[in-house]
């Protein structure tokens, strides 16, 4: 199983980067964006299940960010628009492979994998 995050990089303050999973080895129920900025604990982003329509945001992110997927590539997105220097943070993209409750997306003990992160830098 593999979980390939990418196309992080370096934007300024207002502007917009989409963040990419590719995922290989088999199937998952759901798939989260985690963020980890220095000194603070991983947080939750926003989580999408393979099926059907259903996403959950982090309020902090709510209206900014778009979590998405592309079944055809075993791809999940996230389009991260307004960004500010809060968000500067490596984010990390996980994987459930059993159903999870949408009640339970945000509890990053629960998801089975991880890729390695990719590094969001926002400048004022």
């Known amino acids: 199983v593999q979980l390939q995050a990418s196309w992080g990089g370096l934007v300024q303050a207002g502007g917009f980067l989409r963040l990419s999973c590719a995922t290989s080895?088999?199937?998952?129920?759901?798939m989260g964006w985690f963020r980890q900025a220095p000194g603070k604990e991983r947080e939750f982003v926003a989580a999408?299940?393979?099926?059907?329509?259903?996403?959950v945001y982090a309020d902090s992110v709510k209206g900014r960010f778009t979590i998405s997927r592309d079944n055809a590539k075993n791809t999940v997105y996230l389009q991260m628009n307004s960004l500010n220097p809060e968000d500067t943070a490596v984010y990390y993209c996980?994987?459930?492979?059993?159903?999870?409750?949408?009640?339970?997306?945000?509890?990053?003990?629960?998801?089975?994998?991880w890729g390695q992160g990719t590094l969001v830098t926002v400048s004022s």
């Open positions: 080895g088999r199937t998952f129920s759901t």
């Open positions: 996980a994987a459930r492979t059993s159903r999870l409750a949408l009640s339970a997306v945000a509890v990053r003990a629960l998801y089975d994998y």
């Open positions: 999408i299940r393979w099926s059907g329509s259903n996403t």
